[in-house]
């Protein structure tokens, strides 16, 4: 029997990662794996969304930055679909608390290092084994503008994304000869609830396209990445910023 090949992408209810699934609903034959934290309402909407763009959907909740939630998340899925693989890892799942360093608390420190960073460990690190049995998988890693070229009163989420830069790399390396990538998809300032507070008019004039991009922008870049028309490019950082950082 054939298996059902699944897309999880985590935080997936809102955003760019609600974009990411009804894309990749659209573009592939993949079921969509939809992650949320705690809004559900969101979640639902967007598996709505994936549906109506012609894809099959699943919610599943967890919080990523808790290693025994995910596991026990990821471990009772598995057992109520034994005919299934998630082929497809979209770590999308993030937060910020920003401030400037010196009056930074330590729990937002924790909190951002923890849901980016070992987010990205604790359900990559246990969806990784059968990836390798298949000899086949798409790891695609959501980071950050900040990331690559810092941004003030960000440190925690450039320390965060930075470091999932470096692990993409990395792990890009260990496995591309069992048929599995691994990118990182660096957005710029993209219309989103993260960047509704942000001043567009002042912030676009550092951006030579001279505009916010748009959540399905980063959407298609990432659909492609998960296809097999990407299957020579691995370990690589893509920027999609207006030229902001370049």
């Known amino acids: 029997m054939a298996l059902l090949k699944y897309a999880l992408v985590t935080g997936g209810s809102r955003g760019i990662g609600r974009a990411v699934c009804i894309q990749l609903a659209k573009d592939t034959d993949y079921a969509i794996l939809i992650n949320y934290n705690s809004n559900e309402a969101a979640a639902k909407e967007t598996l709505r969304e994936v549906e109506g763009a012609g894809g099959k959907g699943e919610l ?3 919080n990523v930055s808790d290693a025994e939630a995910v596991k026990d998340a990821l471990d009772s899925w598995q057992e109520h679909h034994e005919e299934a693989i998630i082929e ?4 999308n799942a ?3 608390k920003d401030d400037l360093f010196v009056w930074m608390k330590p729990e937002d420190w924790n909190n951002v290092i923890n849901t980016s960073l070992n987010g990205f460990y604790n359900v990559t690190r246990h969806l990784i084994q059968k990836l390798l049995v298949n ?15 810092g941004t003030p009163g960000q440190t925690n989420y450039s320390a965060a994304k930075g470091a999932v830069i470096a692990a993409t790399k990395s792990l890009a390396q260990e496995i591309a000869r069992r048929n599995i990538t691994v990118n990182a998809v660096a957005p710029g300032f993209i219309n989103t609830d993260m960047t509704s507070e942000l001043d567009e008019k002042e912030l676009k ?4 396209a001279n505009r916010f991009g748009e959540a399905e922008e980063v959407a298609h870049l990432v659909s492609f990445l998960a296809s097999n028309k990407a299957s020579y490019i691995t370990g690589e ?9 370049s």
Do not use: E
């Open 237 to 245: 950082v893509i920027n999609i910023n207006g030229g902001i950082y």
């Open 94 to 96: 993030g937060i910020t």
């Open 60 to 62: 599943l909740a967890f």
């Open 135 to 149: 000899r086949y998988g798409r790891i695609i890693n959501i980071v950050s503008l900040s990331g690559l070229k």
């Open 205 to 208: 004039k550092i951006i030579p």
């Open 88 to 91: 497809v890892i979209v770590n």
